[in-house]
């Protein structure tokens, strides 16, 4: 097993590997590599590593890319694009036409319905007081006319 | 190196434009989707990917920086993104990863036993790692470049590459165990 250097340096290996160096800090490790085994073996596995990754092949690009590229910045025609635009605004109004439109709906009848509530009490009573076997108790011996009393009343 | 005035062209939608730059760039984008990709149909999305953010944001280019370099940037996240969605779609459906690997292969394309090794020892850094491994040591990308394309200073560039490089250099050794020496 090698014996580890005290200095070995990864990131001055790398840069000297990288072409770094300036020519004084690369003629010294070179000096340092041809005596330090450590070292030596570690650039000598670095650079075969490098060499072996940057093999310069080329995988064919599927056609497959392209076509989804097209289809995804395709020009939509002008009439399509306004499409979406038009939906947008129709909902809005037909949204707010079911919005009011209830409330004028009930507001109308809700009016009507009291109108014709008034109505039948006003007849219901006027009915109640037609009622021939219904008399106020005698005060004073005076007999006091229902239907007039009840009629005024309302 | 692409021209400004297709550049220029591609702003205004110019289709021919955008197949220019397509041709101009696939191979790099594909490599590095290929790369960081689990999957070759994963490949091929982050790849495609790429190039619609490209024609989308193409209009914001002012010219500041290098082309190229903006594209590679657009690459590389758009990858990262991509493997992120990748990964978290896999997680949820271990069985189709296992199919998808064992029907692709950590080697997208079957020629070449080196190519294939070459994989091999790339899929066993992290998708960063990748990159920054590609952009360096296959690319030949300069190292102020990687640094504008990754947002990094150089000094944190060259730490992640010698780290990266140092565990290739491990499994590589451990790949081809008798490789003669000086």
Redesign the interface.
Known sequence: MKKECKDFS??KI?QYI?GELDDEKRDLLEQHLSQCEYC???A???K???S????K??????R???N??KE??A?KEPFFRLVPGMAFVSAVLILMIIAIYPSYISKKEYSNGISEYIESEISYLHEDTLINEWYLQEEEGEEINIDSYLIEEL | MIQRDIIERAKEKDEEAMEEIYLEFKDFVWNIALKTAGSRTAAEDAAAETFIRVFKKIGKFNFKSSFKTWLYRVTVNTTLNCMDKERRRKTLHLNEEYRDIQAEGSAPQDDGRDNEMVNKMLDKLEPKERIFVYLRDIQGTAYNEIADIMKMNIGTVKTNIYRAREKLRKIYKEEFPNEERM
Request: proline share 6%; no cysteine; net charge negative.
């Open positions: 990864e990131s790398n990288d030596r073996s570690y000598e596995d670095l075969n590593t490098l072996f990754i940057s093999i092949h080329q995988p064919e690009v599927p497959s890319v392209w989804k590229i995804a910045t020009e």
